[in-house]
């Protein structure tokens, strides 16, 4: 059910995560759906990376149709068409800031297909994605360190309150 959201481009890195969980999956098989799985393992990598304790309920009901494109953040989306998308969901500029946060962990895809860390500690849970964008206007990071949907945080005067908080 997971395979063709997970070969999108933006999913990339997450397959080997999935094989842990379908090990998990098939020992519990209807007991537990995927989404409960999955929340519980990013609760379990954030804890793991230095970040805090998320307590993760169980109950969620796997879909059943497969998610359609554009559900999460473009990397060129502009500042109008990111907040457009988390108000849809019913978020707020806050909601946009901390979750925009979670690229302190991991990586991206750059150009040519090389894979790139937002920050020096890919793996510590910590506010250095918020250094980074600050970086840039001091010089000390290039704005192609960062994807476009990154830089456009500091373009705007209450998302960037946030990312300087």
């Known amino acids: 059910p997971l395979r063709p959201g997970i070969e999108r481009p933006g999913n990339s890195g997450l397959s080997s995560a ?3 969980i379908k ?3 098939l020992v519990q098989t209807d007991d537990v759906s995927w989404a409960d799985l ?3 393992a990013g609760a379990a990598a954030i804890k ?4 805090p304790e998320i307590l993760v309920g169980f109950g969620r009901k796997d879909g059943q149709k497969e998610c359609p494109e554009g559900e999460l953040p473009a990397p060129d989306m502009d500042i ?3 907040k457009q998308l988390f108000v849809s969901y019913g978020l707020t500029p806050k909601d946009l800031v901390v979750l925009s946060g979670a690229h302190t962990l991991g990586r991206f895809s750059a150009a040519k297909g090389k894979k790139k860390s937002w ?11 918020y250094k980074t964008l600050l970086g840039i206007e001091q010089g000390k990071v290039l704005p192609s360190e960062v994807l476009p949907s990154d830089t456009v945080l500091l373009q705007d005067e209450e998302l960037r309150r946030l990312v300087e908080k």
């Open 18 to 20: 999935l094989e842990l």
């Open 23 to 25: 090990k998990v999956k």
């Open 38 to 40: 999955i929340a519980i």
């Open 48 to 51: 793991k990376c230095g970040g």
């Open 80 to 82: 109008f068409e990111l």
């Open 119 to 129: 920050t020096e500690n890919p793996g510590t849970f910590d506010n250095s994605y």
